[in-house]
């Protein structure tokens, strides 16, 4: 199946946020009218938070059962439960403990409390992974896998100039020595995340222009990341002005 990237360009990050989520809300009504299902993989980061922010503030959540929806997260820091700097701690202020899920539809990566070590903390979330393994993976093959880019190219905890964006034969790393605080960190890696029927990359700022040209540019993806990231069916690329500063005119879709 082919599979272009697709840039969708907003005036600003509020609306962004609002007009992800609403496509968010959309989809997930769609799906399930299909499968029984569906799983998500989300992220952290401030846009990552607006997003789920939009959904909890839309009265449209209301119409989805998501009793049906699991969740899971692309990577996590190696910090204690419930510290500020966890992911999963950002999205269930942001919307997921307001949903009232059952706790077997939330799958957080173990955290440094756990009584594990790093290592045994990945292998942990692979056997997690594993559980729900589907189509002949060894891990959910995730209806949407939502990815923030960082200014450097990185999705999830794969960074340039580091082995982790090269890991093929497992679906968790241990990420050590990481160039953003802190050092520790769990991750999704990228044959799991290309077997996602969707990837949504959701990035707003100027700081962000020069990656996503250099990626949308067929960048190499140990220089930048994001290049090396696809969905199966869609990826796309949910932007703000700012962030499209250097993305080619022929590849932007304005949604204003």
Do not use: C
Request: aromatic share 6%; no cysteine.
């Amino acid at each position: 199946m082919t599979n272009e990237r697709r840039v969708l360009v907003h005036p600003d990050k509020d609306t962004l946020a609002g007009a992800v989520a609403a496509r968010f809300i959309t989809k997930v009504l769609d799906l399930l009218d299909d499968q029984d299902v569906v799983h998500v993989v989300l992220t952290g980061g401030s846009m990552g938070a607006a997003m789920l922010e939009a959904v909890r503030d839309s009265s449209a959540h209301k119409s989805v059962d998501w009793a049906r929806v699991h969740f899971w997260w692309g990577d996590e820091r190696w910090v204690p439960t419930g510290h500020e700097d966890r992911n999963d701690r950002q999205s269930r202020e942001a919307l997921l403990d307001s949903l009232d899920l059952p706790e077997g539809n939330l799958h957080p990566f173990p955290a440094s409390d756990s009584g594990m070590s790093l290592d045994e903390a990945a292998e942990a979330y692979a056997a997690e992974l594993g559980r729900f393994g589907a189509a002949g993976y060894p891990h959910p093959v995730f209806d949407i896998v939502f990815l923030g880019v960082g200014p450097d190219g990185h999705v999830a905890s794969l960074f340039p100039h580091r082995s982790g964006i090269q890991v093929v034969d497992r679906p968790v790393i241990a990420v050590r020595e990481s160039p953003k605080p802190p050092p520790e960190r769990l991750s999704l890696t990228r044959p799991v995340i290309n077997a996602a029927q969707r990837v949504w990359l959701v990035l707003a700022g100027a700081d962000k222009a020069s990656a996503l040209g250099l990626a949308l540019a067929g960048a190499s993806r140990d220089e930048v990341p994001v290049a090396g990231i696809k969905g199966r069916r869609r990826t796309v690329f949910f932007i703000d002005q700012d962030a499209a500063a250097e993305v080619p005119d022929s590849l932007i879709a304005r949604e204003y």
